[in-house]
T-cell receptor, first 114, second 117 residues
Framework: DTGVSQDPRHKITKRGQNVTFRCDPI?????LYWYRQTLGQGPEFLTY????????KSRLLSDRFSAERPKGSFSTLEIQRTEQGDSAMYLC????????????FGDGTRLSIL | AQTVTQSQPEMSVQEAETVTLSCTYD???????LFWYKQPPSRQMILVIR??????QNATENRFSVNFQKAAKSFSLKISDSQLGDAAMYFC??????????????FGKGTKLSVKP
């Protein structure tokens, strides 16, 4: 197992465009988390899946954001009509069930909005 | 709501010396987990050490140890015999142990550690 992988590593797009990121968790992990990290800040929670069910969404996740995890495997995070403020690193993490289980992070996708 | 505060934006240590990174947190919960994560430049975040709040004994992982003071809500990280590879951003994080909580991590703003040769 190669750990959590995210694609793409970098995304540059113009304001107003839609973007989609992909996260492939560690295969046996049923929990998957998305975080956003802006410059000089720690990661902030966006949303969380247990298997295919999206169980929690942060208030940071505006209507322009949507996340899916079909079949409880990989997950996608889509941002519609991107804005300058969406520029950030988007991190995915996965874990086994149970809050005592450590979260394993991917390398992240860095989004830059022109 | 829980918060995590790291009051040292940057720290520096000489190679082979010891450095302590500070972290305080605020919560009304009695059971939780605390973590230190390391994020090297342009590389993924990795778990350094974790502490269960119900355990009085401080966690240790090789050169990394914590000083967990539950009453003071303090959770500092000590790195002994610092190595060049320890240079990174270090994040302190909190996670609820409440059954039914989503289990997301709440992070501090981080401390950038530089190691001088």
């Amino acid at each position: 197992d190669t750990g959590v992988s995210q694609d793409p590593r970098h995304k540059i797009t113009k304001r107003g465009q839609n973007v989609t990121f992909r996260c492939d968790p560690i295969s046996e992990h049923n929990r998957l988390y998305w975080y956003r990290q802006t410059l000089g800040q720690g990661p902030e929670f966006l949303t969380y899946f247990q298997n295919e069910a999206q169980l929690e969404k942060s208030r940071l996740l505006s209507d322009r954001f949507s996340a899916e995890r079909p079949k409880g495997s990989f997950s996608t995070l889509e941002i519609q009509r991107t804005e300058q403020g969406d520029s950030a690193m988007y991190l995915c993490a996965s874990s086994l069930a149970g809050n005592d289980q450590p979260q394993h992070f991917g390398d992240g996708t860095r989004l830059s909005i022109l | 709501a829980q918060t995590v505060t790291q009051s040292q934006p940057e720290m520096s240590v000489q190679e082979a010396e010891t450095v302590t990174l500070s972290c305080t947190y605020d919560t009304s919960e009695s059971d939780y987990y605390l973590f230190w994560y390391k994020q090297p430049p342009s590389r993924q975040m990795i778990l350094v050490i974790r502490q269960e709040a119900y355990k009085q004994q401080n966690a240790t992982e090789n050169r990394f140890s914590v000083n967990f003071q539950k009453a003071a809500k303090s959770f500092s990280l000590k790195i002994s015999d610092s190595q060049l590879g320890d240079a990174a951003m270090y994040f302190c994080a909190y996670r609820s142990a409440l059954r039914g909580s989503q289990g997301n991590l709440i992070f501090g703003k981080g401390t950038k550690l530089s190691v001088k040769p």
